[in-house]
T-cell receptor, first 114, second 110 residues
Framework: DAGITQSPRHKVTETGTPVTLRCHQTENHRYMYWYRQDPGHGLRLIHYSYGVKDTDKGEVSDGYSVSRSKTEDFLLTLESATSSQTSVYFC?????????????FGNGTRLTVT | GQQVMQIPQYQHVQEGEDFTTYCNSSTTLSNIQWYKQRPGGHPVFLIQLVKSGEVKKQKRLTFQFGEAKKNSSLHITATQTTDVGTYFCAGPRSNYQLIWGAGTKLIIKP
């Protein structure tokens, strides 16, 4: 498996609290992605990054922000968590962009918002 | 808008039977990718098809890309318990984003 580490693996938090999920890669890939996966909805793109400090929105970006200050780290922040953000979050990396080269996923973070 | 439809949603098979999942795009695709996700796991890349009419095999798995580059299929011969999981197809929305099928869940009947 590609060198991708997500932390934490599990998190329970209360509604209204801020939460930050971290993705760390050792592959030096330019492109990094945050997806969420929910039953009945498959994989949905939240945000992605195409370089340091370069990010763009995906299809479900409301309520989420991201930052990429180093090639190896991509952070996902829920500014004020809501119950609808209870989900499994996957980070993924791609060498040339997901439309051109495969995605390699981290093990995921299971987030529960109570 | 662009859509990728994947059928069936579920398939129950006896161990040893074959399994097929189909993927259909509303637009011509430059490539199509297939992923497998085991229960409780993360999606794992299986293969990328690029050429019209391409057929690729990985042991018991056969992947096809249609002549019009709008459809694809994954066929597993003689399923084993290790094949259990959800199989996803995905095509490019852009150079940077994929559009995903909803996945087909393979269930092995006891």
């Amino acid at each position: 498996d590609a060198g991708i580490t997500q932390s934490p693996r599990h998190k329970v938090t209360e509604t209204g609290t801020p939460v930050t999920l971290r993705c760390h890669q050792t592959e030096n890939h330019r492109y990094m992605y945050w997806y969420r996966q929910d039953p009945g909805h498959g994989l949905r793109l939240i945000h992605y990054s195409y370089g340091v400090k370069d990010t763009d929105k995906g299809e479900v970006s409301d309520g989420y922000s991201v930052s990429r200050s180093k090639t190896e780290d991509f952070l996902l922040t829920l500014e004020s968590a809501t119950s609808s953000q209870t989900s499994v979050y996957f980070c993924a990396i791609s060498e040339s962009g997901a439309g051109r080269s495969p995605l390699h996923f981290g093990n995921g973070t299971r987030l529960t918002v109570t | 808008g662009q859509q990728v439809m994947q059928i069936p949603q579920y398939q129950h098979v006896q161990e040893g039977e074959d399994f097929t999942t189909y993927c259909n795009s509303s637009t011509t695709l430059s490539n199509i990718q297939w992923y497998k996700q085991r229960p409780g796991g993360h999606p794992v890349f299986l293969i990328q098809l690029v050429k019209s009419g391409e057929v690729k095999k990985q042991k018991r798995l056969t992947f096809q890309f249609g002549e019009a580059k709008k459809n694809s299929s994954l066929h597993i011969t003689a399923t084993q318990t290790t094949d259990v999981g959800t199989y996803f197809c995905a095509g490019p929305r852009s150079n940077y984003q994929l559009i995903w099928g909803a996945g087909t869940k393979l269930i092995i009947k006891p």
